[in-house]
């Protein structure tokens, strides 16, 4: 059975598309930048709501609830060894003020020391070019999904 997450896709036309997108944290991620974003996700188990889990991660990722009252499914994919169910969201929000929560890891490996690293270390709004660089290769298709659903 493979792991499941979910996630919001926030976006806004300001003037043209732009997404709001999270950078992985912790020490894997630390010194890479293109494919190391992610839209704000997390694992669900069986029995949750995967609506409610996009909500609760969006807030927990990024410090602020998700800015938007009206969300629009953009499906779910295959990403590695996760399914991910992703909707999407027209808002705006302070990239820049976004606090994450963290969690624990043993660093440097075999250490015995165990350091509290952010989810997400940095957010930011980027264009649907730049976002399709920067985004982790299995959720770029987010991005034609959210660019059909706008056209229409």
Partial sequence: ??????????????PDLQVLLGHMGGPFWA???????S???????????????????FEEELGS????????PLGELRAGSKV???WAAEGDLDADATVSNTFSLEWPPRSGR???????DRAAWLGLDEARVKL?????PFL?????????
């Fill in 136 to 140: 982790v290769k299995g959720q770029v």
């Fill in 84 to 86: 991910l169910t992703v």
């Fill in 114 to 120: 165990v350091q509290e690293f952010p989810e997400i």
């Fill in 39 to 57: 839209v704000p996700k997390g694992e669900y188990g069986d029995g949750e709501d995967p609506l409610a889990v996009a909500h609760r991660e």
């Fill in 144 to 152: 034609d999904r959210l660019v059909a659903v706008l056209a229409g």
């Fill in 65 to 72: 609830p998700v800015p938007a009252s009206d969300l629009v």
């Fill in 31 to 37: 010194r890479k930048d293109d494919g190391a974003w």
């Fill in 1 to 14: 059975m493979p792991r499941r997450s979910a996630g919001v896709l926030l976006y806004r036309r300001s």
